[in-house]
Structures are given as C-alpha cells and as structure tokens.
C-alpha cells in the first residue's frame, strides 16, 4: 500500500513511519495518528492549526483520501514525531454563532435538517461568495451585484441555491457577474446562493435527510455558542447522527442506521481471518418484573402519642408516602376532632402538615402533639402493581436471567407489559460483537454505523446475522482495514431512545431561553465617527449618621471593631447629591421606576404610563446640582387620552405649565429638574415615551 501525507502544502510522504486512522460510531470527531522520522523538520516545522491531509493506494498514492483536518497536538520521543489530527468538524468547536431560527417566519426556519444544513454551510465553513441571483440563464448564476472574478471563485466550487435547497459545481468562471454551472439550478430571479471553496466542508441534500415538517422547532436559539454544541442538540432532538466524511468533504446528518450496505462479508471470501466470537450475557434478561404501574390505595392508622410506636409528641409516621390525607385527634379512641391540616409558611392558622419526603405528620411550628392524646389518620397513597414478562424461547435456549426494572412514567398495566416485551426484545437474547479483517474498506462504501449483514459458516455456532460497524481501523502499513461489528449499541440505542420526549425537551428549552441574541460588530475607535457607548444616568448620594453608633471601614474615630457597631441605628436616609443624564438628555420608556415619585404617582408605571381619569405620573430628580435650568423641552409620545404636562426646575416647589413638544423658559429657575403628568379628560389614556431635553 502507497500512502501520501501534505501538511500545510508541504509533502512529507518520505518521512512518515506509520499513521493509524480509527472512527467510532457515535465519535463526532475523529482523529488520526502520524509518525514520522525526526528528519522531517527539515521539511516543515510542525504547528498545531496547520492543515493535514492524509491519502492512500494501491496503484497509487492519492487514490483514497483517508483524513482531511487539522493538527491537533505533536509530541517529539526517541527520534519519531507522534503528530495527532483532528478532522474538519473541529471548525464547528472553534468558532460561535449568533442567530435565532424563528418557525414563526416560516416553516424551514424551524425544520431541524434546514437548521443544520444552514449552521454547517453558513457558520461552520467557508463560503467565498453570497447573494441573491438578478436574472435566469439555463445552467447559470448571474449576478449583477456580484464580484466573482474578484471574489475568487475557482472551478470545482460548490454553489448552494439555498432558496430550493439545491447544488452545483462551478464549470466555469464567465466574467465578474456570470458563472456557469454543473446543474441548471436557478429557476427564478432573487433566489438566495452562497458558494463555498472545493476545499471547504459543505453539508447537501445529498448528505442531510430531510426531517420533515412534523416536529418543527418553533424557536431554536443560537446565543454565543459554538456550532458544535448547537448541531449536537438538533441530533440528540431526533436521535440521529452526524458526521464527516474527508473523501468527499460532506457533512452526513440522518437517522441511526440509515444507510445499510449491501455488501456482505463473508468469512473466507472477503473477511481474511476467522474472526473470533464474543457472546455477551452479562446483561441479558429473559424472565423481567416491571414495576412503575401503581394503584392509589385508601388506610387508616390510630396511636396514642407518647405510647404507640412512631407516635411521639414531634412526629407521626407513616408507613407510605400520602397522597392526599385527613387527621382526627380526641382523649379518646376514636378520636373524632378533625384537625387543619396547613403548608409551612404558606398557611396561617393550621394543627398540622405533612413531610412527604419522610412520611410524617407534624405539629405546627411551635407547637407539639399532646401526650396520650389519639390520634387517627386516615390517607391514601400509591402503591406499584408490579407485572412479570418472559420469553420462553430465550430461557429454553439460554437459561432463566430474572431481573426487576423500574420505569416512572408508566400510566397503566397495559403500559407495564408494553415496556417489558419491548426490554425484552432487545435484552433476551446475548449481545454478539468481534473484529474483521477485510480489504480496502473506502472502496466498498463501508462506513461507521452502516448496518451490514456478516456471514460465517466455519465458526461454531455459524453466524448470518445483519450487524451494526462500531469501529472502523484504517493503518499504513497493513494489507487490511479492521471492522469492529456488533449489535449492541444499534439495539440499545433505539431502544433507549424517546425522539418526541427529546424533542419537546429540546423544543421548550429554546423556547424558555430568556437570553437576548446580539449582531457581533467591530468597534474601532479610530474612524471618524466612533461608536461611542455612554451611561443612562450618573448619580451620587449620601448618608449621614448621628452619634457613636455606627461603623465606618477605616476611619479612625468609627472603624474601631469592638466599640462601633457594624449596621448600627445611627445611620441616616440616603439623599441624592447629583444627578445627571446621559448626554443630558432623560429617555423615559417606563421598563423600570428609577425615576418614579413612587409618593405622589398614582397612575401605573410599568411598560408605559397607564391613567385611569385624573390620575397622576410625578418624577423624582431628573437632574440635581448640575447647574442652573432655565429652559426646558418636553416631548411626550401619547398613545391615547389627554394630559397636562408641567415641569419643575426647583425640585417641586413650582410647577409650570408646558406642552407638549415645545420649549419651555422657567420664570422659577433651580438646580432640581421633574415632571407631572395628570390625566385631563376624566377618562383612561396612556404614554408610551417621555423626553426631557434642551435644560443644558
């Protein structure tokens, strides 16, 4: 076998000893293993990021592309360079995303395969080109925005109409706003295309299955996350898989065992070696007890605190765990005074409440159960009816493996039997699992997680089962690929799997995310208008304190531990000493009461001014102690109703009159800017916005 290693554009096939490339089923990213003689640092100085393709053959070097990614780590040992890479999905781990997928824009906007497929080909990878095409041509993008030549855009580039989810390769560059195309793609003007680099990963509709519009994500949250976990979500949503493959730069996204090989494998044709069995039983259950239904069940017990066992003057236990529950108490049995039962710091007045966790009846706090007193509780709870399943077959074949199982979310016996004959089916019988050996696995389309049907009739028992690849194991030098089989994790995994429980999961936890999605953007204070950030509003205050009874952190008259008291009583209220706005403008939109006059505002202050007839909206200082106001200008948005506006400049002791949108000259001039807005019709209105400008 010939082999063919590039790191960076360099060639370095002449110094590699040996490389080792192992994909698991269920591994998102693979790696491969390269050693080379130390000599190779004369042909290029390792570092980790740089890129690694890896090829083999028979008749020649570059027939096969084994591994496509990058340098992970390499570490020098005893003359050889051990280099570790990783493959092009670590693109998916290095860099974020910030969008949201809304299904309330449309359908495919919440459709779990457009998702994926838009992550990889938008955020993942590459793409050197992207717009709307402005006229039709058979077998053309035209672009009359477009800048093609200029862009970069090389023959062998794939072009995605991401309007109709279709592709093509680039057959030629025509001119700066023409390409011609492999396939006639584009139906009609204004259609979404984006072109990425041959050498860029992509994720088609020949690789993405189409997840229908059953399960639709109504919103699906991007905020500061790595691709890598976003398109693990959607997988785990519809419990499929995703993958990479080098030998065609795809990104595979579909079901568990989708795709199925027809090749068969067969001992002695094209398996090289008798593989050697293994039949596990370490987890087979055949005869099971399925606990998890339940029947709610009514019982009474009586004691006499103080004498019967788990009556005592704290506690009454229970034996289960009530589900609803009536207590009498009495000097005499029966007692018959029905008792209050009431939720700690929830009921004011009761006698009683019950700890579930421990099973008890309690006295109120403060309060105990009274010697000899009888008690009588009567309460209902739930008890399992546990249902046995087996399969005959299995215990006549392999010997009775009994086991208990418990499930909490089964709702009735027939539930109970329907789970265990389902456990059943996958567990009655040993998991069967081994290695092949077999000849060029790429060229026979053999790949992780296919399932594919292996036939050996020289082992004792024979073997002619459909088995699942766990593990492919490719090598240089070797004459063989080895294949790890086995039915295992295919069996468990679908049945361990709730797709519409994992979706609605999934589904309300996007939808429950209260994070707000921001646009990344460049601030660079060197242009000519900056984006410059400022504050809402500044403010200082003050507290004073009277006498000794106080403690202030490094003062040497009050910061003595000892002798001042920490939160000690002579400490005053907080007063402001300054106020100001941003920019001395004050922005009102109402979405907190910083500025309320909680005191004499009588309308609601919350999303807007609300009024009922006559009420008022006052502030508190606006701006204080930042100079002298003379002038004043009030622009209130009103949504409905009518107002009148006055001002302050004297902290309240004068109100103005003003209107709305016009300046306004203070005959009482001061330092303590507010508003007071009242209702004037004896009716309902409201204000969305209020502006106060121009007093500086």
Known sequence: MLTKIVINGVDVSSKCVSWQYEVTYGSLLSEITVNFINTVTSLISFQTGYTM?????????????????????????????????????????????????????????????????????????????????????????????????????????????????????????????????????????????????????????????????????QKFICANKDPFDRLQTLMNALNWQFYYLSSDNRVYFEPKGFKGNSTVLTVGVNVLKIPHWQYDITEMANNVLVKGASQLVETSV????????????????????????????????????????????STQTFDYSVDTTRNQVLPAPGTTFATNDYWQVNYSYYTPIPVN???????????VFAKTISFNDIVSVADAITRGNQYLSEYSTPFIYTTLQIKDVINTGIWVGQNITVVDNISKPSVNDVLTINTIRLRYPTDYDELDVGDKYWRLSVFSADVLANFQSINNKEL????????????????????????????????????????VL??????????????????????????SQGGNVYIETFYDSDFKDAVNTTASWSNGLNFNAYQTAQSVSIDYNNGVITTCLLTATVSSGSFNFSLSADGGVNWETVTNGVLHNFTHTGTDLRFKIVEAAGSTGSISKIVLSNYH
Request: aromatic share 10%.
């Open 53 to 217: 393709q890896v090829y083999r053959g028979y008749a020649s070097p570059t027939e096969q592309k084994v591994f496509d990614g990058y340098i992970e780590k390499f570490e020098p040992q005893n003359g050889i360079i051990t280099v570790t890479g990783i493959d092009k999905l670590w693109d998916a781990v290095r860099k974020q995303i910030n969008v949201v997928y809304d299904s309330s824009l449309s359908v495919t906007a919440g459709k779990i395969s457009a998702i994926f497929q838009d992550i990889v080909n938008r955020y993942v990878s590459s793409f050197n080109a992207s717009g709307t095409n402005t006229s039709v041509a058979s077998g053309k993008l035209v672009d009359s925005t477009a800048s093609f030549t200029t862009d970069g855009i090389n023959v062998g580039d794939n072009v995605w109409n991401e309007t109709l989810n279709t592709w093509a390769k680039v057959s030629s560059v025509d001119s700066n706003t023409q390409i011609s195309l492999s396939n006639d793609i584009f139906t009609a003007t204004g259609q979404v295309y984006l072109i990425k680099p041959s050498s860029s990963l992509y994720a088609d509709n020949v690789s993405v299955q189409d997840s229908g519009n059953t399960m639709i994500l």
């Open 302 to 345: 009586t004691g006499q605190i103080g004498v019967t066992p788990g009556f005592t003057n704290y506690s009454i236990q229970l034996s289960n765990t009530p589900v609803s529950i009536k207590c009498f108490q009495g000097s005499s049995n029966p007692p018959t005074n029905l008792k209050v039962g009431g939720i700690v710091q």
């Open 512 to 551: 429950s995310e209260t994070s707000i999605v921001n646009d990344l953007i460049n601030v660079d204070n060197t242009i000519s208008n900056p984006l410059k950030i400022t504050n809402r509003y500044f403010k200082i205050q003050t507290q004073t304190f009277t006498g000794n009874n106080v403690f």
């Open 554 to 579: 490094g003062n040497t008259g009050f910061g003595v531990l000892g002798q001042n008291a920490l939160g000690g009583a002579g400490w005053g209220s907080i007063v402001d000493y300054f106020v």
């Open 389 to 399: 399943v087996y399969n005959q077959d299995s215990m006549n074949t392999y010997g």
